[in-house]
């Protein structure tokens, strides 16, 4: 946390005093004043800047190591971002890749990116990962704009494709048939896909993902299907899965909640998938989803509203698309 530093205020008035001669006679110049200094004077003359410099001491920063703590308040998610900005990670991060003279976009960064770098940064420590900003920054900066660039993709596509039920191996959809059967690459507008396509085909779109990457995945998934469902299951989860999974319990207020970029999956994969955008709407996490509601397109919700349709636990984590 902030530790205020100790400060004293100095008030002193100068105490320089003037005397001057003059002289009688009419149109004789004055002589100059002659300036005392007064025994006080030097201390007087310093209290002032003594102050000054009381003021500008440096007040000692938090660090994201402060909240690895058994606080709920202290999860990433829920530490505001006033706190975060005040911490030396923040403020080494926002120096060195954001307040530099470089015209290379892979090694300049938002705001926004080093806000997100040390929420990844703060969740890592508390998953018990040793974490050093100075070191591995540019790591946690590169997780960071994956995850806020694949949101937005998500985001870019709202009202936009069409859902259907579909296991890898049917590939009765257009990103099964472009994995699976070197069929086109699925249409962003129009193109067919079910709720856990969605969010892969956004890191795609992105940049973050390759298509060979995710047909490696995609076709192991399939395969694993055809012999033991629930395995495959989890085994397609923890090809996606970055650090520890968390859950959301929306009777909880002091629950974690999903960052942006995070993959939500109610119950397990096979049942639904979402992306999380970092919103939130009356307290429950906001998403992007690929389902059955409006009218089978992508659309903005939440946790809450599609527990209506489905069960959890809402579980969710940072996602490996490389």
């Not at 100790?6 to 006679?25: I, K, M, T, Y």
């Not at 704009?145 to 937005?152: C, D, I, N, P, V």
């Not at 090809?239 to 909640?257: C, H, T």
């Not at 993959?263 to 709407?281: P, R, W």
Request: aromatic fraction near 8%; charged fraction near 20%; glycine fraction near 6%.
């Amino acid at each position: 946390m902030k530790v205020p530093a100790q400060r004293s205020e100095g008030h002193a008035a100068s105490n320089l005093s003037q005397s001057s001669q003059g002289s009688e006679q009419e149109g004789k110049s004055l002589a100059p004043p002659a300036f005392q200094l007064k025994a006080s004077s030097l201390a007087d003359l310093v209290s002032p800047v003594a102050a000054l410099a009381r003021k500008q001491a440096p007040v000692q920063m938090s660090r994201l190591g402060d909240y690895n703590d058994r606080d709920a308040q202290h999860d990433a998610s829920l530490v505001p971002a006033a706190e975060i900005r005040a911490t030396e990670e923040f403020i080494l991060l926002r120096n060195t890749y954001i307040l530099v003279p470089t015209t290379d976009p892979s090694t300049l960064y938002t705001e926004a990116e080093v806000l997100m770098a040390c929420r990844l940064m703060l969740r890592s420590m508390r998953e018990g990962t040793a974490v050093d900003a100075s070191t591995q920054g540019r790591l946690y900066l590169d997780r960071a704009r994956m995850q806020l660039g694949t949101a937005a993709n998500a985001e870019s596509m709202r009202n936009n494709l069409s859902w259907s039920a579909t296991f890898p191996g049917q590939n009765n959809t257009d990103f099964g048939r472009w994995l699976l059967d070197s069929g086109p690459e699925p249409d962003a507008g129009t193109g067919v896909m079910n709720c856990w396509e969605l969010v892969m085909f956004s890191a795609f779109r992105a940049g973050f993902a390759s298509k060979a990457g995710l047909t490696t995945i995609y076709r192991q998934f399939a395969n694993g299907l055809t012999t033991d469902v629930p395995a495959a299951v989890t085994t397609f989860e923890n090809a996606l899965k970055q650090g520890r999974e968390q859950v959301f319990d929306p009777r909880n207020p002091d629950s974690p909640k999903p960052l942006r970029g995070d993959l939500v999956i109610f119950n397990t994969l096979a049942a639904h998938v979402a992306i999380a955008t970092g919103g939130d709407q009356t307290g429950s996490p906001e998403l992007m989803s690929l389902w059955t509601q409006n009218s089978r397109r992508v659309y903005q919700t939440s946790v809450d509203r599609l527990l209506r349709d489905t069960a959890g636990p809402v579980r969710f984590f940072s996602p490996r698309w490389s």
